[in-house]
């Protein structure tokens, strides 16, 4: 009997493990917010620690980005809000942990943003590499993400917030530290150079924190091709990972019904959990210098709090569906200029009503996800 007993712990606890969903968002800038004073408040507008009501929501992880050296940032990507150095993340990582949730940590391999359009390889980095050969670039490239990699993990180790999922490049379907390691999953140049710079960072994650689940993450959810010849690559590199990485955003990907088709194809051709590390929808355009029509994508959901709460509901309902995902996270929730401004542009795909300071709708949509 005894036996048996054991056995049907095992079982129980293997099905907890399985069963274990994350639920959180890109909090990267929550501190600059606070320092400005800036009021989060609940759906019926209390004002609450911004932990607490994300807490409320159900929400158990957090995800942060790092850069090497946002000071070498252009001017126009700092008042977007790139300001994220190892000092700013520390701080930021340990409040995460002091509040309970589990930590992401996402390299970001430059000094600004790192996205399918550009990786610029970080100024000092380029400045090292500048006249070298090819093969010499490559060696001193890899150096540094292992370096910087290892140094950054070490320290969030030390200060007691070890992250628990580590991204290894951010939005990477056309590789990182450009131009040395620009690829294309239809052609082979540059691979070489990319599954190095991945094994770098990979070998950093598991020597410093070995208990961490590494992350992969590209952006091309919209074309499976594409995702299937990217992680094929990975595969036939034998890179070491844990988890697929997918940024998914309407008006971009396709529809949630078309991600569901995707979603099932890595479970068919890949052993491996996926995160959807990235989403978010507009519920407004105001003050938003990248859209010129107030109605601009709004045949995908209506640009208001009702239309950002039917797109965060279909993405649930659906997610629910697919046991191989683990993880959703919103990108950017804490977006809240109802205080001191603290971006130039307004970006409207927050979870707080940038005039009111209130949480939206889809907030409470999110927490059906677990």
Same mark, same amino acid.
């Given at each position: 009997m005894k036996k048996y007993l054991i056995l049907l712990a095992t079982l129980v606890c293997a099905i907890n493990i399985h069963a274990q969903k994350y639920l959180g968002g890109d909090i990267s800038l929550l501190p600059t917010y606070q320092q400005n004073g800036t009021e989060f408040k609940t759906g019926d507008g209390k004002t609450l620690c911004p932990y607490k009501i994300f807490t409320q929501a159900g929400?158990?992880?957090?995800?942060?980005?790092?850069?090497?050296?946002?000071?070498?940032?252009? =001017? +126009?990507?700092?008042?977007?809000?790139? $300001?994220?150095?190892?000092?700013?993340?520390?701080?930021?990582?340990?409040?995460?942990?002091?509040?309970?949730?589990?930590?992401?940590?996402?390299?970001?391999?430059?000094d600004t943003w790192a996205d399918p359009g550009k990786q610029f390889t970080p100024a000092a980095w380029a400045e090292a590499v500048d006249g070298k050969s090819r093969e010499e670039q490559i060696r001193i490239l890899a150096d540094s993400v292992y370096r910087h990699t290892a140094t950054a993990l070490e320290v969030l180790k030390r200060e007691g917030a070890t992250?628990?999922?580590?991204?290894?490049?951010?939005?990477?379907?056309?590789?990182?530290?450009?131009?040395?390691?620009?690829?294309?999953?239809?052609?082979?140049?540059?691979?070489?150079?990319?599954?190095?710079?991945?094994? +770098?960072?990979?070998? +950093? $994650?598991?020597?410093?924190?070995?208990?961490?689940?590494?992350?992969?993450?590209?952006?091309?959810?919209?074309?499976?091709?594409?995702?299937?010849?990217?992680y094929a690559r990975l595969a036939a590199g034998k890179i070491d990972y844990d988890v697929i990485g997918l940024s998914y955003y309407p008006m971009w990907h396709g529809t949630v019904r078309h991600l569901g088709t995707v979603l099932d194809s890595i479970k068919t051709v890949f052993n491996k959990p996926v995160?959807?590390?990235?989403? +978010?929808?507009?519920?407004?355009?105001?003050?938003?210098?990248?859209?010129?029509?107030?109605? =601009?994508?709004?045949?995908?959901?209506?640009?208001?709090?009702?239309?950002?709460?039917?797109?965060?509901?279909?993405?649930?309902?659906?997610?629910?569906?697919?046991?191989?995902?683990?993880?959703?996270?919103?990108?950017?929730?804490?977006e809240n200029e109802s205080g001191k401004p603290v971006i130039k542009s307004w970006i409207n795909r927050g979870l707080f009503d940038n005039e009111t300071g209130k949480a939206l709708p889809a907030m409470e949509e999110l927490k059906k996800f677990r």
């Open positions: 929400w158990n992880a957090m995800r942060v980005r790092l850069f090497v050296d946002p000071s070498r940032a252009p =001017q +126009a990507n700092k008042d977007e809000g790139v $300001c994220q150095d190892i000092a700013y993340v520390t701080s930021l990582c340990k409040q995460i942990k002091k509040h309970g949730f589990k930590l992401m940590l996402d390299f970001h391999y430059s992250p628990d999922f580590i991204q290894v490049g951010n939005e990477i379907t056309f590789g990182t530290l450009w131009p040395t390691g620009k690829t294309d999953p239809y052609n082979d140049t540059n691979w070489d150079a990319l599954l190095t710079f991945l094994r +770098a960072g990979v070998k +950093a $994650c598991r020597e410093t924190c070995p208990k961490a689940q590494i992350i992969i993450h590209t952006e091309h959810a919209q074309e499976w091709n594409t995702t299937e010849r990217y995160m959807i590390v990235e989403t +978010a929808f507009y519920y407004s355009h105001k003050n938003d210098k990248w859209v010129q029509d107030p109605n =601009q994508n709004g045949d995908i959901y209506p640009i208001s709090a009702e239309g950002q709460r039917r797109f965060t509901e279909e993405l649930v309902t659906m997610l629910r569906r697919h046991d191989n995902v683990t993880g959703l996270f919103w990108w950017f929730p804490e």
